[in-house]
């Protein structure tokens, strides 16, 4: 379980708090997804929950990091990414770029750990054949489609060990076939044992994949619970969140007047 | 330079990948039309040959009927205006007004002239009291409107958006929405780029589909996202908007917009 | 003159056609002496020493044949020293070269860089691209007068600038986050293979410079030319 208690976190030089008393619990095997404006502190958030914040960003964090029961404190960061490991929006930043094959860029994180030679090839086979990539093995990362990026670069997080993965926006940049291939990516990952976090705007995709939403607003959890819930939830709107399609539209049906049979017609065909 | 024309544009990239493939397209001025496909599919080559970025290959593109072949960029900027997708590729200035200025000036616009347009463009995208922020102190999504102001201070009869919802949140996806609306209203054509088929349905009189390097579909979304058009559409990994679904479910024809379905819905009650 | 020729012929186009690059090594190395070749052929033509052999006039400078002959052995060096350096460069993968380093103990981080700074070069010509092309959209005049050009410099180089220290800021977290900084070496899974031959000849061509230069001093190498 990876868990933040009453975390607050300050970027270095700014005068206001990006986060303030955050609590959040990921269960192993769980989807939480994470939504709020623009600005609200996903990001910060996702940078708090795989220790990069405070140890690459600088700033100051209060209240803990708990990683399957240990304080994360004490870790130095190339300690967290066999406990946590985050993936960004940009696949491309995420590689390493001194990789020739997929294969190489997937071993990379293992191979940086310095474990011996049998332990790296078969971790490299388990992330690959978890996110469905082997086939992708001996291309060159740079010559793949933005969807495909990003599979290798959570692949090379896998190939960490990591029991939790945080993913900030993972999605923004690709078209709905390569958003389509990380969802289904994630759903099978969390099927296999991880607790995963992922930040998006996103509901639609949210909401096929999440059991939990968690919604930010200014720095603070305002929201958290069961996706159906908080999806429906009314208060998104004034939150920055664009809700579902499916939302939306019973809720507009609803805003203008329209007759319960007609709302139960339009009820039937959204199931 | 009431209309843009593409005829029979091909254009190959130099390492031999065709980009695009007999694109045959005219955009009349005042209309608003989103183009969409996978990443792969051409949009990007093709909006790029508006303003003279890239030139085809093979066939013409036209400016109010005129070959714009010998026009160079720099001109053709007086009439297309093009926000590229991601705004750090383009953020240089030490201010948000600063950077707001530059297209304009470069334009030639000067004095109470250049003030004007470039508060206009500012207030449109909600950044107006941000005028001396440092652009890299804001997030990517406010800097990203950022880039559509810098270019709608530009006042060009045409405006080209490259992904502008991409990353956005509510607010910021209806500042776009509002952006286009009053572009249409003043006159300007309006052509976006986009993955989000619900903003295209609705925001847009006109969707064209484009698949490797060629158009599949041109149409008003009612057509374009018709259950007749799903096969096609679903062939380059497209999904039309959820209330299209749901009107061919319910037999109430096309639909493409959450509003035409309650239209719809309610005149069937 | 049969000295020099011989060496370039056995040192440097012999391998070269071995390895297959003996085309792209002519051209390279061709273009990379270019300048200097020239200007060492011109001195060396019309300003030799004791060229007494007139081959022809040009205004007031005389050609000679000594000095040709002069000319044509200086060449033959430069050649030879370019056409080892260019041998050297397309026969080894700057990967290969540096994973090679990092098994013999030059540390990761260290050979990380070395190899980053080549392969990042495809991403920062493609990120200038799209920033000169997002200014151009904007009106910014890269095709007018030099002036004009020179006024683009900030609003090209801004952005190079600033995304590129973001960009770095981006990777080196990323990096982190998969163990970057894990002190000490990492396992690798491959590196250039080497061979007894090979190590027998690297260990010759070593002991080859003194002797050589030996060799050379006490006169015993006339005959080379």
Known sequence: ?271 | MPGLALEAVGHVYPGGVRALDGVDLRIELGERVALVGQNGSGKTTLVRHLNGLLRPTSGRVLHDEADVASATVARLARSVGLVFQDPDRQIFAGSVRAEVEFGPRNLGLGGAELAAAVDAALIAVGLAAEARTNPYDLGASRRKLLALASVLAMRTPVLVLDEPTTGQDLRGVATVRRVIDEAHAAGRTVIAVTHDMDFAASAFDRVVVMREGRIILDGPPASVFAESAWDVLRSTYLEPPLAATIGARLGLGATPTDAALLAALAGAA | MAGPAALAVVAVLLPAAVARVLRRLLRTSLLLSLPIAISALLINLFFFPGGATLLFSLGPVHASAEGLAFATEVLARILTISGAITLFYLTTPASELVLDLEHRGVSPRIAFVALASVQTVPAMVERAATITAAQRARGLDTEGSLWRRLRGVVPLAGPMLLGSIADVEERSMALEARGFTRPGRRTLLWWPPDSGRQRLARWLLVAAVPSLIVARAAGWLEWLG
């Open chain 1, 1 to 271: 379980m990876l868990a933040l208690e009453s975390v607050g976190y300050t970027y270095a030089g700014a005068g206001r708090p990006a986060l303030h008393d955050v609590n959040l619990e990921l269960q192993d095997g769980e989807v939480v997804g994470l939504v709020g404006a623009s600005e609200a502190g996903k990001t910060t958030l996702c940078l708090v929950a795989s220790g990069l914040a405070p140890r690459s960003m600088g700033g100051t964090l209060t209240g803990r990091l708990m990683l399957d029961g240990v304080d994360a404190a004490p870790l130095a960061i190339h300690q967290l990414g066999e406990r946590v490991g985050i993936a960004f929006a940009s696949a491309a930043t995420q590689l390493s770029g001194v990789s020739g094959t997929v294969y190489e860029e997937v071993a990379f994180g293992p191979m940086n750990l310095g474990l011996p030679a049998s332990d790296v090839i078969a971790r490299t086979d388990r992330a690959l054949a978890a996110l469905r990539i082997g086939e992708l093995a001996g291309r060159d990362p740079a010559h793949l489609s933005g969807g495909q990026q990003q599979l290798v670069a959570i692949a090379g997080l896998v190939a960490l060990g990591p029991a939790h993965l945080v993913l900030d926006e993972p999605t923004a940049q690709l078209d709905p076939a390569g958003t389509a291939m990380v969802a289904e990516a994630l759903v099978r990952l969390a099927a296999d044992g991880a607790s995963i976090l992922v930040a998006e705007h996103k509901t639609d995709l949210l909401a096929g994949i999440c059991a939990r939403v968690v919604a930010l607003d200014a720095g603070r959890i305002l929201i958290d619970g069961p996706a159906a819930d908080v999806l429906g939830d009314p208060r998104l709107p004034e939150l920055g969140v664009v809700a579902p399609a499916a939302r939306r539209l019973r809720r507009a049906a609803r805003d203008v007047g329209l007759p319960a049979a007609t709302l139960a017609r339009l009820e039937e065909a959204l199931a």
